[in-house]
């Protein structure tokens, strides 16, 4: 059985095919890192399998079920889109608000939901942090707070998306490896989405590509070549790697590099992709 | 002071809107609806003056009116964006309305003057009954919404990823937002709602930085301003309504200086 798998899944936004009958699988308790340029459909194939985006074809299996809203068997955590910049509430409560939140009627957090928020604060290191207003906290120790919230009630699949949006290096790194070790401590299989497969290179077990309507799953050095890359872009793909580095250039242009720089001057990544899928 | 009977309904009156508003209030700061409600309030203005014309109680036309906006808002979406605008209209509209029945009925002054800026001396002991059954109803639909409604406001993707009905909470929540805007408009008037339902609420962000104490102090702050604003106005004989946003505003701003103060040492 594997943790997450699409069988020749098509997903429509509008008058736009993001996947046209892709199919891949990630294995349980595998590490996935998800790549592919602005707008491939990184955060609706998350809100797919989420059960949030409705399919046109194919199917898609959680952990061998049909994909349905509200599956706790998935960790999820969305794009950071800075709204909790300004938040003067605790990293704990925020977490908390996570834990009961689908109760309705009088719901007190009893001691046992007290002790799991605080389990998934000790597994990101957080504990201390979820002690000062979350609003406060550096964009890297905001994402570690947040992921400990993936963690509530062990999913056995996690979905993070796009975890490293607007972090320094020394941070994206911090991030990387403690969902590497998440990853390993509870056996849980993670897909990652990201702009650059660099800070991910090394963790990884295997990357998933998107581009042109597909899918691409599999080791590193054979999805990451030219001939792979040119079909998912669309455009003429080279790829270079110097050492650990790995390079992706169209032409003379570098495209992760751009694609990340892109985000940084006009604010948050996928903003029509996600506003699709909320419409 | 409380040997008039009129003063005692005006400290429960006003007492039970005070709490209602600060507990509400705190949720609508959190969500960032604060404009929301403060339209809902103008939208009561037109409920109250049509009741009058029509010759029905100012209070059920407050209540009616917000609460079928409010709801109306809430099934709207979650996307606050794009309806700053909508909202926006909607109150011109609303208040133009409210200045037809007015020009229509013909005591319109001191109505109007009541409706805008509040006349809790004039609460009587029918309109009691029906701000406490009403403050009642409220306060316990927003506990059985409560977590969801926390969730729903600080992470709306995540809380819809596990299965969170946002429309139905935020319908909701701006239902009993649309009583809590009619009760404080009994207090405090229509234009000065804010004072009740946002002062408040905002003071208490600044003093504490959890979710539960943040609510009971916004609460407290809320009562001890109504309180001390009627305890006020009745030993200068200036409105109380005058009072109660002078007190609100210093308790904000104050609030605001000690966080500064806290944070820069």
């Known amino acids: 059985m594997s943790a997450l798998s699409f069988d020749s899944v098509t997903i429509r936004l509008g008058r736009r095919d993001i996947l046209s009958a892709a199919s891949f699988a990630v294995r349980e308790g595998e590490f996935v890192g998800m790549l592919g340029a602005n707008g491939a459909g990184k955060t609706t194939l998350m809100r797919a399998a989420l059960g949030l985006v409705p399919v046109a074809g194919g199917a898609i299996r959680v952990l061998g079920a049909p994909a349905t809203r509200g599956n706790p068997a998935i960790g999820y955590m969305p794009q950071n889109r800075g709204a909790m910049a300004g938040l003067r509430l605790t990293g704990w409560d925020v977490v908390a608000s996570a834990a009961v939140g689908r109760r309705f009627g009088f719901a007190p957090l009893d001691r046992a939901a007290r002790r799991e928020i605080d389990w998934a604060l000790d597994e990101v290191g957080a504990r201390d942090l979820a002690r000062r207003s979350i609003g406060e906290l550096s964009g890297g120790e905001r994402q570690r707070v947040l992921l400990s919230q993936a963690l509530l009630g062990r999913p056995r699949l996690l979905l993070l998306d796009e975890p490293l949006i607007s972090l320094d290096p020394a941070h994206q790194k911090s991030v990387v490896e403690i969902a590497r070790r998440v990853c390993d401590d509870l056996k849980a299989a993670i897909v990652f989405s990201a702009h650059e497969l660099n800070p991910l290179v090394n963790v990884i077990d295997r990357v998933l590509y998107l581009g042109a309507g597909s899918a691409v799953l599999g080791p590193v050095d054979e999805v990451v070549t030219g001939p792979v890359l040119s079909r998912l872009y669309g455009a003429e793909i080279e790829v270079v790697r110097v050492r650990d580095r790995w390079f992706v250039m169209a032409g003379d242009v570098e495209v992760e590099r751009e694609a990340h720089r892109h985000d940084g001057r006009h604010g948050p990544a996928h903003e029509h992709d996600h506003g699709d899928a909320h419409a | 002071m409380l040997d008039y009977d009129f003063m005692r309904t005006a400290f429960v009156a006003s007492g039970v809107a005070a709490v209602l508003a600060g507990v509400v209030g705190y949720f609508l700061v959190l969500r960032g609806q604060t404009f929301a409600g403060h339209a809902l309030s103008h939208v009561g203005f037109t409920g109250a003056t049509g009741a009058l014309l029509f010759g029905l109680s100012p209070l059920a036309g407050l209540v009616g009116f917000t609460l079928v906006a ?196």
């Open chain 2, 70 to 265: 409010g709801i109306g808002m809430g099934l709207f979406g979650e996307k606050l964006a794009e309806r700053d605008v909508a909202i926006g209209m909607m109150l011109s509209l609303a208040l133009g309305l409210g200045l037809l029945f007015l020009h229509f009925y013909t005591a319109a002054a001191t109505q109007a003057a009541a409706l805008l800026f509040g006349n809790v001396l004039g609460v009587d002991s029918s309109a009691l009954l029906a701000l406490v059954a009403l403050a009642a109803v409220s306060l316990g639909a927003l506990v059985s919404i409560g977590r969801p409604l926390v969730f729903a406001s600080l992470q709306p993707e995540l809380a819809e990823a596990r299965g969170v009905p946002l429309r139905f909470v935020s319908a909701a929540f701006l239902a009993i937002v649309a009583v809590t805007v009619a009760e404080c408009a009994q207090i405090v008037g229509v234009l000065l709602v804010f004072t009740l339902m946002v002062g408040p609420a905002a003071a208490a962000m600044n003093l504490t930085r959890r979710l539960w104490l943040g609510i009971a102090a916004s609460a407290a702050l809320a009562l001890a301003e109504a309180w001390g604003g009627l305890t006020l106005a009745y030993n200068t004989d200036w409105p109380t309504s005058f009072w109660i946003t002078a007190l609100s505003g210093l308790v904000f701003f104050g609030a605001t200086a000690a966080r500064r103060l806290g944070e820069a040492m």
